[in-house]
């Protein structure tokens, strides 16, 4: 047996501290769980390497179980794939242990057969789903986790499971259609600097010796256009070999610099409070962080999670320190016994649309379906920001190339007809 020392929270949110002897963690998951507490943080204390040697666990086949390998957290896409068949086979009657020896038969992408197999294993030998996943935090997120217990407790996991698939769809597409709107405008810049490069590199050289081998009467040299002496200016310059080294030496500690301020609290917290109110960007950031919010929040809390748990797996799932702040400040007012309005309002993050729509939800009794609403309505605003958005810089970003390759062809033509009149002379 093994020690392990816990941090776990009641119902109420009060933080009880504590230690177990068990096989391994997640046994003692399992026994947290069953004294009605929500885990924290689990870590081993004690315990040597032969105590903690498990019988070997085999497949229904009598194989023994591989171990999973490691593999990359699973997209939402496929999350959502996962729960859906799981799902449809506990839905046709099928026992947990029954459906997902079927599952390891099945190709479910980011979620490896082997893993599936260690899981039916855990549940055959009497552990719930819920713990047996909570044993692989890289694949499934605390809140899928919780929800999973819910569903348990109340009897209700092939709705829980449709919920999550349903919520992991919803948060795919979206996160899709940021991507997408993002991906023309980007293609269009990219070609728009190779396209400038490659002309500054190697059709100006060969232009300027055109220009230097013509003289005026006199053999005097043409003096050329201004715009022309400057696009020669910036291809000499970009010729050079130690410019350009100077100029990436520059950009790769430029590049390290901001990492490193943004990877402390300060920085992060400056270029997210700044990404809330970015000219354009936060009407697509805003809809998207506040969406994502409600959405959580109230699958959570509809599924019977504790609002105080809900609140805490929310906050780790919003990205943007900005608003985990504001969350985290919510959850001790609503410890202390206040309503989840009151503490988002004094926040002055969220908006005040949000703040009401939760508290009428409040006042009826039906948090979960509120919160339902504002992550429509939030969605819908992303929708319609995303078009505004990419409908105006698809436009600019055109204007501004046919302005660039202008630029290029007059200070050429420019040149051009300048030493043919003087020749003409």
């Known amino acids: ?208 010796q055109i220009f230097e081998g013509m003289t005026g009467p006199g053999g005097k040299k043409v003096d050329l256009p201004a715009a022309t002496k400057l696009l020669l200016f910036f291809s000499q310059t970009l010729s050079n070999g130690w410019v350009l080294i100077a100029l990436g030496t520059t950009l790769v500690v430029a590049v390290v610099l901001i990492r490193r301020y943004l990877a402390g609290p300060s920085g992060r917290r400056a270029f997210d409070a700044w990404l809330l109110r970015a000219p354009l960007l936060h009407k697509i950031i805003r809809p998207n962080l506040f969406g994502q919010f409600a959405s959580t929040l109230g699958a959570l809390m509809k599924n019977g999670v504790p609002v105080l748990t809900a609140l805490r797996i929310t906050e780790q799932v919003i990205s943007n320190t900005v608003i985990r702040d504001a969350i985290a400040k919510t959850r001790e007012g609503v410890t202390d016994g206040k309503t989840i309005a009151q503490p988002l309002a004094r926040s002055k993050v969220f908006p005040q649309l949000m703040v009401d729509m939760i508290h009428i939800g409040e006042q009826t009794g039906d948090v979960p379906g509120a919160l339902n609403n504002v992550a429509e309505t939030y969605e819908h605003e992303l929708n319609v920001s995303l078009r505004a958005v990419t409908t105006l810089i698809e436009p600019v970003l055109i204007v501004g190339i046919a302005l660039f390759v202008g630029f290029l062809l007059f200070a050429v033509l420019s040149a051009m007809f300048k030493i043919t009149s003087t020749i003409g002379r």
Do not use: C, W
């Open 1 to 208: 047996m093994a020690q392990f020392t816990y941090k776990a929270r009641r119902p109420s949110g009060e933080l009880v501290e504590g230690s177990l002897d068990t096989a391994d963690k997640a046994s003692a998951l399992g026994q947290i769980d069953r004294l009605g507490l929500f885990p924290v943080s689990v870590q081993q204390t004690g315990g040597t390497k032969a105590q903690l040697r498990q019988p070997v666990k085999r497949t229904s086949a009598g194989r023994p179980v591989p171990r999973p390998r490691k593999t990359k957290a699973p997209t939402l896409g496929e999350l959502a794939g996962f729960s859906q068949q799981l799902a449809n086979l506990l839905n046709s009657g099928m026992t947990v242990t029954v459906a997902l020896n079927s599952m390891t038969s099945l190709e479910i992408k980011g979620i490896p057969p082997e893993l599936i197999e260690r899981l039916r294993q855990d549940v055959t030998e009497g552990k719930n789903l819920s713990v047996a996943m909570a044993a692989h935090p890289h694949i499934f997120s605390e809140m899928y986790i919780n929800l999973i217990k819910a569903g348990e407790q109340s009897g209700g996991l092939v709705d829980v499971l449709r919920r999550l698939s349903e919520h992991y769809k919803k948060f795919d597409e979206m996160r899709s259609k940021v991507t997408s709107a993002m991906v023309y405008p980007a293609f269009v810049l990219i070609v728009g600097v190779a396209m400038g490069l490659f002309f500054m590199l190697f059709m100006m050289p060969r232009f300027q």
